[in-house]
């Protein structure tokens, strides 16, 4: 498995999501933190549990 690099924006999205998986949180918090609606946070929390860390990369 190769080493994944985020840009600063990415890693924060990661972050908040990571955390609000881990410890069961709020999504409208997330939503407000990260300017994004509950359902992008949906969305990005779909694809922390699918690939993790990787699918927070920029294409």
Do not use: T, W
Request: proline share 2%.
């Amino acid at each position: 498995m190769r080493k994944v690099i985020l840009r600063m924006k990415e890693q924060n999205k990661y972050e908040v999501i990571k955390e609000l998986v881990d410890h069961n949180g709020n999504k409208k918090r997330a939503a407000l933190e990260l300017g994004l609606s509950v359902r992008q946070i949906n969305r990005l929390i779909k694809k922390y549990k699918e690939k993790g860390k990787s699918r927070f990369c920029p294409r």
